[in-house]
T-cell receptor, first 109, second 116 residues
């Protein structure tokens, strides 16, 4: 079983819609959670982090964490074609980072 | 902003060569990491370092070594390059606050290495 699981996609949404990306993790003791965006041929770029249960909003992005169910999600409101990328979930436990394989998002104009 | 600089964006080497990939960060981060990323395999950790002169093996250390002589610089060495080491190599760094609210890793632009 992988430490972090993500649906590889592609997830296709129309422009202006809400994109919902999900990630589950296996270690209940995980402490920190990050979302990265990676454009094709580029390196991962941090877009959100969350440490506590609940929601955290930053502009069009909302990260949601549910430690009891061991999942973390990323919502992108008013999706734009420029949001088309692969989104990586990262989970940290005792300073060890575990990355998911990423979900590819396509936002269609 | 954190700046992680990798010495080359693209590199072409021949099998059997010794290859050096350099990474420098400017934020006084304690932690530094080397990954490779291949289609369908995601990010795979090669080596990491929590302090100067310290190193730990990651998930796929075979065929690689590392050096960290100064806090800001972390080098990845391919001892004898082989074609299966053709990949995108990513360096990252993170701050160690000592708390359990771990800080994120910040990535360099990557080096696309081709071994012919």
């Amino acid at each position: 079983q992988k430490e972090v699981e993500q649906n590889s996609g592609p997830l296709s949404v129309p422009e202006g819609a809400i994109a919902s990306l999900n990630c589950t993790y296996s270690d209940r003791g995980s402490q920190s959670f990050f979302w990265y965006r990676q454009y094709s041929g580029k390196s991962p770029e941090l877009i959100m982090f969350i440490y506590s249960n609940g929601d955290k909003e930053d502009g069009r992005f909302t990260a949601q964490l549910n430690k009891a169910s061991q999942y973390v999600s990323l919502l992108i409101r008013d999706s734009q074609p420029s949001d088309s990328a692969t989104y990586l979930c990262a989970v940290v436990n005792f300073n060890k980072f575990y990355f998911g394989s990423g979900t590819k998002l396509n936002v269609k104009p | 902003d954190v700046k992680v600089t990798q010495s080359s964006r693209y590199l072409v080497k021949r099998t059997g060569e010794k290859v050096f990939l350099e990474c420098v960060q400017d934020m006084d981060h304690e932690n530094m990491f080397w990954y490779r990323q291949d289609p369908g395999l995601g990010l795979r950790l090669i080596y990491f370092s929590y302090d100067v002169k310290m190193k730990e093996k990651g998930d796929i250390p075979e065929g690689y070594s590392v050096s960290r002589e100064k806090k800001e610089r972390f080098s990845l060495i391919l001892e004898s390059a082989s074609t299966n080491q053709t990949s995108m190599y990513l360096c990252a760094s993170s701050l160690d606050t000592g708390s359990r609210a771990y800080q994120p890793q910040h990535f360099g632009d990557g080096t696309r290495l081709s071994i012919l």
